[in-house]
């Protein structure tokens, strides 16, 4: 007999290496994958932790209000831009067709800018005011002015006359536009310049607005306020010191001509209400007040308002105009500014959000609006954003100076709306004026 043994097939071996080969990488991998997971788990974990703390300090739900308001308030900026963008062609149409048509009317209630008269009775009114002097040196000086005054005049004859032509094409665009607005709510700017402009909003009353103190609420619900905001002088106290600056007055002495920061009234509507509590608190006639704080700034003004602050700080300009809660800010991140409530008065207008007329989102809107004067929001605004919540329920801030020990002005805030235009037209010519020296 003979005994047959057979070799192992080498491939055979072959196979189990590689198959042992392969189960080792794969082993590997798996480790690696593991640690790789261990190491998600672990920043997850952490994340966890993190949040728990978060949640266990302050609460869910007011956790949840918080994020949702800090979202909102660093935003604004870049929703009022977007709004703005949106809007721009509907309020600039707007403002110019209904600028066209007040033109002669605003003229005549601005008595400055006199391109009525220009048209209507051509240069024979210089003539019969320059017959009228009562001695050579009266009609030299009258002269010199009208000479001025001409110029400036027959250039805003020719923009007038631009305008009246373009109206029609203006009136047509609006017509089309205003049907389909670009957006829901404006949020931002004083209220009067809500009011100014109230054909573009509907009124709405947001849930809440019982609790609203009475000087912040809107009769007719066509805005809705979001804080208060106080006026406020600022200055360099490298440059000056405390007692130079007390008072709105003080914005007038020579010693302050050309240091003075103010941005342009008809984009800032903190400027605008500047204007308006400065006249009040020195009881001065428009045209009177316009002139002589025109000339103090030497016809130069600043494009916005974030300017004024930063000229302040800079040093470029040694004083400025404000408003309480962009001071308080500034300051408080250690800028060299230092803040002044007027003696003499100032005003505390509030800004808000109106809903746009013809809202393809009003539901929305209004849910915004009731958001922006909700009790959480409030309260959280007046804590982390130095601004005044608008509600009576809300103890104020120890952070800033009880409202009512802040002398204030009564603030007219339907004279301010229905005379934007003409004291802006006012304003102006004087800054012009002072400009072309």
Not at 78 to 103: C, F, G, P, S, V
Not at 108 to 123: F, N, P, Q, S, T
Not at 124 to 152: P, R, V
Not at 404 to 418: C, F, G, K
Request: charged share 25%; proline share 3%; aromatic share 8%.
């Amino acid at each position: 007999m003979f005994l047959v043994v057979e070799p192992v097939c080498a491939a055979t071996i072959s196979d189990l290496q590689k198959q042992q080969e392969e189960i080792e990488r794969q082993k590997q991998e798996a480790e690696q994958k593991k640690k790789q997971e261990q190491q998600r788990l672990n920043e997850a974990s952490g994340k966890v932790n993190n949040i728990q703390g978060n949640v266990d300090a302050v609460g869910a739900e007011i956790e949840e209000v918080d994020n949702e308001l800090v979202e909102v308030l660093a935003s604004i900026d870049m929703i009022q831009e977007e709004l703005a963008a949106k809007e721009e062609a509907i309020e600039e149409t707007t403002a110019e067709y209904e600028a066209a048509r007040a033109t002669e009317q605003a003229q005549y209630d601005a008595m400055k800018v006199r391109i009525k008269y220009l048209y209507e009775k051509g240069d024979t009114t210089y003539l019969q005011l320059l017959f009228e002097s009562h001695s050579i040196g009266e009609a030299i000086n009258k002269t010199e002015y009208f000479e001025k005054l001409y110029d400036y005049d027959r250039k805003l004859l020719e923009e007038y006359q631009q305008a009246r032509q373009e109206v029609e094409a203006l009136k047509e665009q609006l017509e089309n536009e205003k049907d389909s607005p670009a957006a829901d709510l404006m949020f931002g700017g004083g209220v009067e310049s809500l009011e100014a402009n109230a054909n573009l909003f509907t009124p709405y009353h947001a849930e809440g607005s019982d609790s609203i103190l009475p000087q912040y609420r809107s009769a007719d619900g066509l805005w809705t306020p979001f804080s208060a905001l106080p006026l406020v002088l600022i200055y360099n106290p490298k440059l000056l010191s405390a007692q130079d600056l007390t008072s709105w007055a003080d914005l007038l002495k020579p010693e302050l001509r050309g240091r003075i920061a103010f941005a342009d009234p008809a984009v800032s509507g903190s400027s605008y209400t500047a204007l308006v509590t400065m006249l009040e608190a020195l009881h001065l006639d428009t045209d009177e007040g316009l002139q002589a704080f025109a000339l103090n700034l030497e016809g130069r003004q600043l494009s916005a308002s974030g300017d004024v602050l930063s000229a302040v700080a800079a040093g470029e300009s040694w004083v400025g105009i404000t408003l309480e809660e962009t001071a308080s800010r500034r300051i408080a991140a250690g800028e060299q500014l230092a803040m002044v409530y007027p003696a003499d008065g100032t005003s505390c207008v509030s800004d808000g959000s109106a809903i746009v007329a013809g809202a393809r989102h009003p539901d929305n809107a209004r849910l915004f609006a009731d958001f922006t004067v909700s009790r959480d929001v409030q309260s959280l605004m007046q804590e982390q954003f130095c601004r005044r919540s608008v509600r009576s329920d809300i103890v104020p801030t120890a952070a800033l100076p009880v409202l009512d020990t802040i002398p204030q002005v009564t603030y007219d805030l339907s004279w301010a709306s229905t005379h934007r235009d003409s004291l802006l037209m006012s304003w102006e010519f004087y800054l012009g004026s002072e400009a072309e020296k």
